[in-house]
């Protein structure tokens, strides 16, 4: 089992950035596809950003593409996600999810599908 741990959150005005991070500890991590989430109040929780459990791969939603960076360093087990131009809009909790499947599998599965989850970290993002 699969322990996830998402930090950096926070209050940041329209044009900012924010490093989110995801420490992960329970058993292999480079073997894993990591994905990163977000749930807006009201609306569905889902994929902004996923990458293969080398570092490869990576997704992007379209609304994230050329703001949103995400990257894996397998040797202290952590997943980060670099959000630049910050808008108003990216406001959500944003959750980091891990599944031994693959990043097709992060992408395309049902949320509850998905081997873990952390507990979510909440961005705020001031007009």
């Known amino acids: 089992q699969v322990q996830l741990v998402e930090s950096g959150g926070g209050l940041v005005q329209a044009g900012g950035s924010l490093r989110l991070s995801c420490a992960a500890s329970g058993r292999t991590f480079s073997s894993d596809a990591m994905g990163w989430f977000r749930q807006a109040p009201g609306k569905e929780r889902a994929c902004v950003a996923a990458?293969?459990?080398?570092?490869?791969?990576?997704y992007y939603a379209d609304s994230v593409k050329g703001r949103f960076t995400i990257s894996r360093d397998n040797a202290k087990n952590m997943v980060y996600l670099q959000i630049n131009s910050l808008k108003p809009e990216d406001t959500a909790v944003y959750y980091c999810?891990?599944?031994?499947?693959?990043?097709?599998?992060?992408?395309?599965?049902?949320?509850?599908?998905?081997?873990?989850w952390g507990q979510g970290t909440l961005v705020t993002v001031s007009s």
């Open positions: 990458i293969s459990n080398g570092g490869r791969r990576t």
């Open positions: 999810a891990a599944d031994s499947r693959g990043i097709d599998t992060i992408v395309v599965a049902p949320d509850n599908a998905l081997d873990a």
